[in-house]
């Protein structure tokens, strides 16, 4: 492939990354650099995915998904895409060997979205495995440079990791979810009404969650540590924002973290990665 266009493709792909998401942003610029741009290919791909089922109202959003996965296969088998975003992906499942389980899990997961409105108990696992957890074993890939030994061994932590940013994705999108999407991806929502002992009941399971991913983040190799515990802190901090705002207000509003206190946070993390 020429070189020059590979490298547009990776740019491009970065770009996305940095438009759509100041938090993941910060997170792989703190990756060492022979990795960041694999990882950002990864979000480029799975964020346009996302766009195509949560904001292109309007149009045949299941064709377009369909499409961007034909794309994908495409370009896997041959090699090259002109879709800049498809080209870096394909590029990196080739060079660290990310297997198809963990792509079809993810578009299963998105194309749920286009239908599925309330989420009974395991269709939520199904579904935060495919939306969240292979996209961290996507990285995973990529932080062990496909050594499969050591993504096995690391993989319930990673797991871990991406289920809980995702519920707390879900939290913090609780109004546009259930006003704008009509999603409702908590099971107990349909039993129960969202209140403080919900609230609790959720957020105990995503704290079991990090405490769990913490494990794993301290054993992952020097090139990806300071980037994944950066993003780590940065969710414990939204979680423990989300915790401190009655539920009532909760689901009328989208909390946010001032780009000052994401600055602050990845200080926090180099010191502590440096000293520690």
Same mark, same amino acid.
């Given at each position: 492939?020429?070189?020059?266009?590979?490298?547009?493709?990776?740019?491009?792909?970065?770009?996305?990354?940095?438009?759509?998401?100041? +938090?993941?942003?910060?997170?792989? /610029?703190?990756?060492?650099?022979? =990795? @960041?741009?694999? %990882? *950002?290919?990864?979000?480029?791909? #799975?964020?346009?995915?996302?766009?195509?089922?949560?904001?292109?109202?309007?149009?045949?959003?299941?064709?377009?998904?369909?499409?961007?996965?034909?794309?994908?296969?495409?370009?896997?088998?041959?090699?090259?895409?002109?879709?800049?975003?498809?080209?870096?992906?394909?590029?990196?499942?080739?060079?660290?060997?990310?297997?198809?389980?963990?792509?079809?899990?993810?578009?299963?997961?998105?194309? +749920?979205?286009?239908?599925?409105? /309330?989420?009974?108990?395991?269709? =939520? @696992?199904?579904? %935060? *495995?495919?939306?969240?957890?292979? #996209?961290?074993?996507?990285?995973?890939?990529?932080?062990?440079?496909?050594?499969?030994?050591?993504?096995?061994?690391?993989?319930?932590?990673?797991?871990?990791?991406?289920?809980?940013?995702?519920?707390?994705?879900?939290?913090?999108?609780?109004?546009?979810?259930?006003?704008?999407?009509?999603?409702?991806?908590?099971?107990?929502?349909?039993?129960?009404?969202?209140?403080?002992?919900?609230?609790?009941?959720?957020?105990?399971?995503?704290?079991?969650?990090?405490?769990?991913?913490?494990?794993? %983040?301290?054993?992952?190799?020097?090139?990806?540590?300071?980037?994944?515990?950066?993003?780590?802190?940065?969710?414990?901090?939204?979680?423990?924002?989300?915790?401190?705002?009655?539920?009532?207000?909760?689901?009328?509003?989208?909390?946010?973290?001032?780009?000052?206190?994401?600055?602050?946070?990845?200080?926090?993390?180099?010191?502590?990665?440096?000293?520690?």
């Amino acid at each position: 492939m020429d070189a020059l266009f590979n490298e547009v493709s990776f740019r491009t792909s970065r770009l996305v990354t940095n438009a759509y998401s100041t +938090s993941f942003s910060i997170g792989a /610029r703190c990756l060492h650099s022979s =990795i @960041r741009d694999a %990882i *950002y290919s990864i979000y480029g791909f #799975v964020r346009f995915a996302d766009e195509i089922v949560d904001s292109f109202h309007g149009y045949n959003r299941q064709y377009l998904l369909e499409e961007f996965e034909y794309q994908y296969y495409k370009a896997l088998d041959e090699g090259i895409s002109l879709n800049p975003v498809i080209n870096s992906f394909q590029s990196t499942v080739r060079k660290y060997q990310i297997m198809d389980e963990l792509i079809q899990s993810f578009l299963s997961s998105m194309k +749920s979205d286009l239908h599925m409105k /309330r989420f009974e108990e395991e269709e =939520i @696992r199904h579904y %935060i *495995y495919g939306s969240a957890e292979v #996209v961290g074993l996507m990285c995973l890939k990529v932080f062990v440079n496909g050594d499969h030994q050591e993504y096995s061994r690391l993989k319930p932590y990673a797991m871990r990791l991406g289920s809980a940013f995702q519920k707390i994705n879900f939290l913090r999108d609780l109004k546009h979810d259930t006003l704008n999407l009509h999603r409702v991806y908590f099971p107990i929502l349909k039993k129960k009404t969202f209140d403080e002992s919900t609230k609790r009941y959720i957020l105990d399971d995503i704290y079991e969650d990090y405490r769990i991913a913490l494990i794993g %983040i301290e054993q992952l190799p020097e090139c990806a540590r300071l980037g994944v515990y950066t993003a780590y802190l940065y969710y414990k901090s939204l979680t423990k924002k989300i915790e401190s705002i009655p539920a009532d207000k909760l689901i009328h509003t989208r909390i946010r973290i001032p780009n000052a206190k994401k600055i602050m946070l990845f200080g926090r993390a180099y010191l502590t990665i440096k000293f520690n």
